[in-house]
Nanobody, 122 residues
């Protein structure tokens, strides 16, 4: 199971940290991804942390977001800095065992957490 938390309301330019706690297994066994769905839009890939420590980001968040894994807490975090109104969305974490080259594809994810809402005001 995956439990996402940390969303909230923040002003543009601010920061938030999202957490995804993995239970029932080690986070190190999976590639963990963050996706988001903005109002009226399809869900899209944001970032992923691989079982081997690889990271991947979608271009709009590169340089602003940082994904990391806390092995002791079996948690993957998404540090979001310099937030923009365009980052407003429901954020989801998910787990997959698919090869690293496919981690941006949401259809390849086996397990999903509930969403956490991030609202960025201008």
């Amino acid at each position: 199971q995956l439990q996402a938390s940390g969303g909230g309301l923040v002003q543009a330019g601010g920061s938030l940290i999202l957490s995804c706690v993995v239970s029932g297994g080690s986070a190190r066994r999976y590639n963990i991804g963050w996706f988001r769905q903005a109002p009226g839009k399809e869900r899209e890939f944001v970032a992923a942390f691989g079982w081997s420590g690889n990271t991947k980001y979608t271009d709009p968040v590169k340089g602003r977001f940082i994904i990391s894994r806390d092995n002791a807490k079996n948690t993957v975090r998404l540090q979001m800095n310099s937030l923009e109104p365009e980052d407003t969305a429901v954020y989801y974490c998910a787990a997959t065992t698919v090869v690293w080259g496919r981690v941006t594809r949401e259809d390849d994810y086996l397990y999903w957490g509930q969403g956490t809402l991030v609202t960025v005001s201008s």
